[in-house]
């Protein structure tokens, strides 16, 4: 059986709704007429059918459900994804790391050291001073670009991108290969002209070209920086790349360009609700995520 990856989250780390906003894509879901949208997260199922999570957020419990049915399981009869053997986190912020805490006593009561946990040194050492407890986890210290086998048929790479680095803790992307396809997990970074400094390319397809991926999960967190305009003092220093600047440096699809599919979707983001924007971005060739999206590698 192929190793397969499920997309169990879209939104960036608020969620949506998101928590004290009452804008029309929140009130959407609020009054049932939407579907919640989760942060970004990836359930990752090996040849053995061994389960493993990239980002744990507190919405773990609705997440597993779509991964669950993204897997076959009727509404009726379904499977829990249990147990899940590792953790791969990109980065410290909240809604990355704010389900670890479900993986304890008070939750799902793992057993001590059941789980591996994959991340920074920089974030493994933040997470033990803090509160969280993490007497389920086995801390695994990433090292940049070097594979790690998560279980059968399924390998990660972490490939560190800069995001905020005045905070003191590292981010990556992931990238996740199977036997016959890769796929990059790239929910937050900067700024386009920073991220590909780092790489040491001049081009985001001459960097997804050097990956050797298929499929690019990545960072659209805003459609334009204006969306928050009078939220925030100064909305053009938020750390992440617009949707409409992706748009512009990507152009149409070419023919040797990976999929490329937009997440970590801020509630602000007007593609969420905006059918004229979201057939833009499907008239270029490109993809907004959808929930339970399954893809075998």
């Known amino acids: 059986e192929k190793a397969k990856v499920v997309l169990l989250g879209i939104a960036q780390d608020g969620g949506v709704p998101q928590c004290g906003c009452f804008c029309e894509r929140c009130m959407a879901v609020h009054t049932g007429k939407a579907p919640e949208l989760y942060p970004v997260s990836l359930g990752v199922t090996d040849k053995n059918g061994v389960f493993h999570l990239i980002e744990a957020s507190r919405t773990l419990s609705r997440q597993l ?4 049915k993204a897997l076959g399981q009727s509404c009726e009869k379904v499977r829990t994804i249990n147990p899940i053997s590792s953790v791969c986190l990109t980065h410290l912020h909240l809604g990355h790391i704010d389900g670890l805490g479900l993986f304890g006593r008070e939750v799902m009561g793992y057993d001590k050291g059941s789980v591996r946990l994959h991340a920074s040194k ?7 001073s803090r509160a969280v407890s993490m007497e389920p986890f086995v801390p695994v210290i990433v090292e940049d670009k070097k594979s790690i086998e998560l279980g ?4 990660v790479e972490f490939h560190r991108v800069p995001h905020r680095e005045e905070e003191g803790f590292q981010t990556h992307g992931i990238v996740i ?7 990059f997990f790239l929910p937050d970074h900067d700024f386009y002209d920073k991220t590909l400094e780092w790489q040491k390319m001049k081009t985001l397809r001459q960097w997804f070209k050097h990956l050797s991926v298929d499929i690019v999960m990545i960072d659209a967190t805003f459609y334009t920086k204006q969306e928050v305009a009078g939220r925030r003092k100064d909305a053009s220093c938020i750390p992440h790349p617009s949707l409409q600047e992706s748009l512009e440096l990507l152009g ?10 937009f997440i970590h979707l801020n509630h602000t983001n007007t593609v969420i609700n905006d059918a004229t924007k979201q057939a833009e971005v499907k ?7 959808e929930q339970g999206q399954v893809f075998e590698i």
Do not use: T
């Not at 008239?283 to 995520?289: E, M, R, T, V």
């Open 252 to 261: 149409k699809r070419q023919v040797d360009d990976p999929e490329i599919i």
């Open 122 to 128: 920089s974030v493994l050492d933040e997470l033990k």
């Open 152 to 155: 059968p048929g399924v390998k």
């Open 65 to 68: 459900f779509v991964w669950a």
């Open 283 to 289: 008239a270029l060739g490109w993809q907004i995520g």
């Open 177 to 183: 290969r199977g036997k016959e396809r890769s796929i």
